[in-house]
Structure formats: C-alpha cells, structure tokens
C-alpha cells in the first residue's frame, strides 16, 4: 500500500509565496517521477512540474522562472517552491508519482488528493 500525501496549500496575496509538500509512504522500491498538477474550476488538470529520480526537471510555460520543483530521493518526498503568485495560479494542486515500483515488484503510479492554492488579487 503506497500513500501520497500533500501539504503546504493556503491563501496568499498575489507577489507572495507558497511552498508545497508532498511524501510518498509505504511499501517503495523506487520512484521514477515525481509530479506537480493543478485543476482550476471549470478547467482540465495541467501537469505544473516534474521531477524524474535522475534530476531532470520540466515546467509549464505559465510557472517557468516562478516555480522550482525539488525532490529527495531517500524521503521519497517533493516540494514546490511558488513565487511570484498570481490569481491564474488558483486551483488545486496535486502530487503525482509516477512509475512506482514497490517492494512486490509492481509498478504503478499514485496520486495524493490535492491541496488547495488560492491566490487573491
């Protein structure tokens, strides 16, 4: 059983900052990537940022040189350092790992369930 947990979602004035967490537990071999999504209302999931276990990192055009995704690799853990917010960058934010082998051999991805962003203007 693997379990993806976020935190660090808020309210925020624009111009501020927000730093999401997320950490992956349970039975965990390895990770390959480590992902940040968002859902705004009325709107579809948007990857935001991810991670690979090697250190690659890859950003939507809207948070590049706003946003900076890190990643530890022993805690199975992510985080998103946010700045510069803008209300655009209201919605909820999820954390995503993907290609999750656990200790049974299996591979899958998990999902947490969203942490709440909102930027007021």
Known sequence: QVQVVESGGGLVE???SLRLSCAASGSIFSINTMDWYRQAPG???E???RMTKEGTTNYADSVKARFTISRDNVKNTVYLQMNSLK???TAVYYCAAGGVRTNTGRI???WGQGTQVTVSS
Do not use: H, N
Request: hydrophobic share 35%; charged share 25%; net charge neutral.
């Open 14 to 16: 624009a111009g501020g």
């Open 43 to 45: 709107k579809q999931r």
């Open 47 to 49: 990857l935001v940022a």
């Open 87 to 89: 209300p655009e960058d």
């Open 108 to 110: 899958t991805a998990y």
